[in-house]
């Protein structure tokens, strides 16, 4: 079984467009209220749990849980609302990170990796963009080991 993984990031930044198209399912992302786990495989998050620091113990409680830390930032946010500290309770864990909505114009993606790396990210930094199903396939293949030649076409992998 693939590393077990959990989506962390601020409201609005595609964390469920990006988990609905890693599992192929293929719905409007609606506002995520709960923890949503997929095939045990991955877990989504509200972005309440990370933006208020009243709530991070839950994100610690579930952390501990996954193998993979994935931070899902914007392109289009200039600044990283990745609260001070709260990667350090992650130390032991891979964090890596994606860059979602690469679509949109005027990204600078070298120095959104200059502002991940200072934040702490030091895994992988994935750009991606829901449009684009060759960076979905590049996270996919990452995070759930799949091989996108062998994806079906509904790339329905549970
Ligand atoms: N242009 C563009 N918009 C995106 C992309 N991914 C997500 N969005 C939009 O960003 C908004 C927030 O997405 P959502 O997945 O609900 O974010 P979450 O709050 O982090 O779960 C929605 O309107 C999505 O359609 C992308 O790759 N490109
Ligand atoms: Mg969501």
Known sequence: MPPRFMLIGQ???GKTTLFNGLFGKDEPARKTQVMEFEGGLGIDTPGEYFSHPRMYHALITVSAEVDRLLYV??????ECRLPPG???VYAKKTIDAVVTKMDQP?????G???LLRSAGVQ???????MYDPAS???LRG??????PQHTTPQRKLL
């Open 11 to 13: 409201i609005g930044a």
């Open 73 to 78: 930032h914007p392109a289009d946010v200039l």
């Open 86 to 88: 709260l990667l350090d």
């Open 106 to 110: 005027h990204i600078d993606l070298p």
């Open 112 to 114: 959104l990796e200059r």
């Open 123 to 129: 895994g992988h930094i994935f750009p991606v963009s």
């Open 136 to 138: 979905m396939d590049a």
């Open 142 to 147: 990452y995070l759930l080991g799949s091989n």
